[in-house]
C-alpha cells in the first residue's frame, strides 16, 4: 500500500475526498497544514488503485499550482486490512505507478560528475578484468553498470513521448561510451594485449545467442523497475553489461586489433539495440504510457518511430553476424 498525501485548499477537499472514496481508497486523516488556508489530507491507497488516483487527482488538481500530490512509501499498516490477502495473490499484477516510474529511472539520465566519475572508474576495473582474465573483476565492474540507466530511460521517454529525456538519456549514454571507449583505447595502446584472456575475446564474439540474452535481459530490466523488484536488475546488469564491450572495442583499437574490433563493436551495438527495443515493447504491454489524450498520441507516434529504428536496426545488425560468421567460416 501507498500513503497519498495531498496539500490543497478548502474548496478543493469534498471533491479530493470523493476520488478517494470513488477507487475504495481510506481517507485516514484531514487536518490543516501549516501553511494558511491549506487542508492536508492523508488517503491510503491500495497498490492495484494507486495509479487510476493519481491520475483523477491530477486530473483535478492539475491546473491549481498551490497545490501539491505526494506519494509516501509505507513499511506496515496496522491493524492489518482485510483485502491484504487478496493483495498477496494479485501482487504480480501490481506495478510502479507512472510518477515513480520516471523519478527513479530520471536519475539514471542525467549527465553529471557523479555519473562520468562512475563511467571512469568502471572503466578502468574492467578492463584490468578483461587484460588480467580476472571474471570476478569484469563482474564486479559489471555490477555498476552505469551505461545501462540512459538506455532504460530512453525507452521510457519514449514510451511517455517525452522528446526531453529522451534526448537527455541519448546525450548521457554517449558521453559515457565516448569516454570509456577513449579511456580503452589509451589503456589498450599503452598496455600490453593479452589475446589469451577468454573474458576478453569472449567480447569480441557474437551471434544470435547474444541478440537473444540482450533482448531477455532488457525486458527483465524493465520488468524488474515496474514491479519494484529492484534486486532483479543486479542480475540484468551481469547478463548485458554494456561496458566490457565497449572497453574491449576500444581495447583493440587501442591495440590495432581490428577484426577483433569489430566483433566487440558489432557486440555492443547489438546490446544497445536488443535492450532499447525490449525495453519499449515491455513497457508497452506493462501500459506505461501518459495520462492525458495528447500526450497518448504524441507518445503513439514517438512509440512508432521508435520501434521502427530499433526493429530495422536489429533486422540489419542480425544480417551482418550472419554475414561476419560466413566470412569467418572460410577464412
Known amino acids: 500500500m501507498k500513503l497519498i498525501e495531498v496539500v490543497t485548499s478548502t474548496q478543493n477537499l469534498k471533491p479530493v475526498i470523493s476520488i478517494a472514496e470513488q477507487h475504495d481508497s481510506e481517507v485516514n486523516w484531514i487536518g490543516s497544514s501549516e501553511e494558511q488556508g491549506k487542508n492536508l489530507i492523508r488517503i491510503l491507497v491500495n497498490n492495484d488503485k494507486r495509479q487510476l488516483v493519481l491520475d483523477a487527482l491530477q486530473g483535478f488538481l492539475g491546473s491549481d499550482e498551490s497545490s501539491k500530490i505526494l506519494v509516501l512509501s509505507l513499511e506496515a499498516v496496522l491493524p492489518r486490512q ?132 540482450a533482448l531477455a535481459s532488457g525486458a527483465a530490466a524493465v520488468i524488474s523497475l515496474t514491479t519494484g523488484l529492484a534486486s532483479v536488475l543486479v542480475g540484468v546488469m551481469v547478463a548485458v553489461a554494456l561496458l566490457p564491450p565497449t572497453a574491449t572495442l576500444g581495447l583493440m583499437i587501442g591495440a590495432g586489433q581490428t577484426q577483433l574490433a569489430v566483433g566487440a563493436a558489432l557486440l555492443l551495438a547489438v546490446n544497445i539495440v536488443s535492450v532499447n527495443l525490449a525495453a519499449k ?29 530499433w526493429i530495422l536496426s536489429l533486422t540489419l545488425l542480425i544480417g551482418v553476424i550472419f554475414i561476419r560468421q560466413g566470412i569467418l567460416k572460410i577464412a
Open 82 to 213: 482485510e483485502n491484504e490477502a487478496s493483495e498477496v495473490k494479485n501482487e504480480e499484477a501490481v506495478t510502479t505507478t507512472r510518477e515513480e516510474l520516471y523519478n527513479d529511472i530520471v536519475k539514471n539520465a542525467r549527465l553529471d560528475s557523479t555519473y562520468l566519475l562512475l563511467v571512469f572508474l568502471s572503466t578502468v576495473v574492467v578492463a584490468i578484468g578483461l587484460l588480467e582474465d580476472n571474471v570476478a573483476v569484469v563482474i564486479g565492474a559489471m555490477v555498476i553498470a552505469p551505461l545501462l540507466g540512459p538506455n532504460i530511460a530512453l525507452a521510457l521517454g519514449a514510451a511517455l513521448g517525452d522528446i526531453s529525456l529522451m534526448w537527455k538519456a541519448v546525450k548521457t549514454t554517449m558521453a559515457g561510451i565516448t569516454l570509456a571507449l577513449s579511456l580503452s583505447m589509451i589503456l589498450g595502446f599503452f598496455y600490453p594485449l593479452n589475446l589469451d584472456s577468454h573474458e576478453l575475446l569472449a567480447r569480441t564474439d557474437v551471434g544470435l545467442d547474444s541478440v537473444t540474452l
Open 281 to 309: 515493447i515491455v513497457f508497452w504491454l506493462r501500459g506505461v504510457k501518459p495520462r492525458s489524450w495528447l500526450e497518448k498520441q504524441k507518445a503513439n507516434q514517438s512509440m512508432v518511430i521508435y520501434l521502427i529504428i
